[in-house]
T-cell receptor
Framework: SQQGEEDPQALSIQEGENATMNCSYK?????LQWYRQNSGRGLVHLIL?????REKHSGRLRVTLDTSKKSSSLLITASRAADTASYFC?????????????FGKGTHLIIQP | DTGVSQDPRHKITKRGQNVTFRCDPI?????LYWYRQTLGQGPEFLTY????????KSRLLSDRFSAERPKGSFSTLEIQRTEQGDSAMYLC???????????FGNGTRLTVT
């Protein structure tokens, strides 16, 4: 089963604009991670935010986490054509669960040049 | 490149045949995961190893599926008596320690005809 639900399922914006994707989850987590996947390739880790953190930055990426609402958002600023990909949130359960990460269905982002 | 490698990249097989995939993780990583991904969905957890021990198996992993990680190095995933519903991308990932980012290979795309 997939815990995370990304919203929207698809997003198309112009190059240079900001892209925001949201993720909701259901159970208590140790951390939440965002991954990117280009078509036909494996996933690439972008950023990890722990349950006791509220915001984290990495280059043009900004992630927020609201554990009270069980939600996270990923903001990509000044988007580029190369950002076109699917983006997934993944949760690591609290208590050191052995199930690995649980992924959502993803947001497909298209950056129009 | 010392990333996670998977072999083969593509496999086409007839229903009822057995197939085996191989994954070579990053050498210093002690954890190895197998995921399955179908079109438009996020990866779904199948099983994971810590060193050579298989510690968790998903309910998705029927008795036709078996995974091994001899000597805690590479891993194999075998599917016996393949069915059309087994058609998917099979992703391998590795990590070091608990609650760490996963490093994915580019996957093996299986098509069962």
């Amino acid at each position: 089963s997939q815990q995370g639900e990304e919203d929207p399922q698809a997003l198309s914006i112009q190059e240079g604009e900001n892209a925001t994707m949201n993720c909701s989850y259901k159970t208590s987590i140790n951390n939440l991670q965002w991954y990117r996947q280009n078509s036909g390739r494996g996933l690439v880790h972008l950023i990890l935010i722990r349950s006791n953190e509220r915001e984290k930055h990495s280059g043009r990426l900004r992630v927020t986490l609201d554990t009270s609402k069980k939600s996270s958002s990923l903001l990509i600023t000044a988007s580029r054509a190369a950002d076109t990909a699917s983006y997934f949130c993944a949760t690591a359960p609290s208590g050191g669960g052995a199930d690995g990460l649980t992924f959502g269905k993803g947001t497909h982002l298209i950056i129009q040049p | 490149d010392t990333g996670v490698s998977q072999d083969p990249r593509h496999k086409i097989t007839k229903r009822g045949q057995n197939v085996t995939f191989r994954c070579d993780p990053i050498s210093e990583h002690n954890r190895l995961y197998w995921y399955r991904q179908t079109l438009g969905q996020g990866p779904e957890f199948l099983t994971y190893f810590q060193n050579e021990a298989q510690l968790e198996k998903s309910r998705l992993l029927s008795d036709r599926f078996s995974a091994e990680r001899p000597k805690g190095s590479f891993s194999t995933l075998e599917i016996q008596r393949t069915e059309q519903g087994d058609s998917a991308m099979y992703l391998c990932a590795s990590s070091f320690g608990t609650n760490s980012p996963l490093h994915f290979g580019n996957g093996t795309r299986l098509t069962v005809t």
